[in-house]
């Protein structure tokens, strides 16, 4: 079974930085893209950044774009999150995500992991 | 960036009624657009794709429609688990924008 497993919220004071992970299991992660999609408290859904399955292509919303950098190591299952400059209007649940059938980012999500809370706050 | 507007913002039903969602992109998508539902305190979870395709182990009361850039999300017999918000989201470009989200309650 697919399992995505966040890790690395919390809180930290604007400008500081956070390394969001997500361990998964339960399928071969080098094949799918995956995603970091995020939720402000009470909003709806943003989707923030996206890496390929062989980790060669990286896509950024514009908002983190500059600040933020996806990377994935596929020897160990694991997608990263790197947020630096860190601003109050990125506080959010932050969720990984998993590409449907594909290595390559399209942006249609089959499992979620249960997600991470970052808070920036002084 | 492509928008995406739903409508109604939130509705109200009860157990065993049809319930119609719409979405709208603010440009052609063609069938690029996917449906999710959200609990409280839950991950999204994926119901359809590309505008009409059922999510393996999603519930035959759910489906989808359209093309270009209206879409709708149907349920029908509407079932007390059901009470949820639904999110639609194009995939055609990126960003992969999202809707507004649409509440459904009692």
């Known amino acids: 079974e697919e399992q995505l497993l966040e890790s690395g919220g919390g809180l930290v004071q604007p400008g500081g930085s956070l390394r969001l992970t997500c361990a998964a299991s339960?399928?071969?992660?080098?094949?799918?893209?995956m995603s970091w999609v995020r939720q402000a408290p009470g909003k709806g859904l943003e989707w923030v950044s996206a890496v390929s399955g062989s980790g060669g292509g990286t896509y950024y919303a514009d908002s983190v774009k500059g600040r933020f950098t996806i990377s994935r190591d596929n020897s160990k299952n694991t997608l990263y999150l790197q947020m630096n400059s860190l601003r109050g209007d990125d506080t959010a649940i932050y969720y990984c995500?998993?590409?449907?059938?594909?290595?390559?980012?399209?942006?249609?999500?089959?499992?979620w992991g249960q997600g991470t809370l970052v808070t920036v706050s002084s | 960036d492509i928008q995406m507007t739903q409508s109604p913002s939130s509705l109200s039903a009860s157990v065993g009624d049809r319930v119609t969602i719409t979405c709208r992109a603010s440009q052609s998508i063609n069938i690029y657009l996917n449906w999710y539902q959200q609990k409280p305190a839950k991950a999204p979870k994926l119901l359809i794709y590309t505008a009409s395709s059922l999510q393996s182990g999603v519930p035959s009361r759910f489906s989808g429609s359209g093309s270009g850039t209206d879409f709708t999300l149907t349920i029908s017999n509407l079932q007390p688990e059901d009470f949820a918000t639904y999110y639609c989201q194009q995939s055609y470009s990126t960003p992969g924008t999202f809707g507004q989200g649409t509440k459904v309650d009692i």
């Open positions: 339960g399928f071969t992660f080098k094949s799918y893209a």
């Open positions: 995500a998993k590409e449907k059938d594909s290595s390559r980012y399209i942006g249609r999500f089959d499992y």
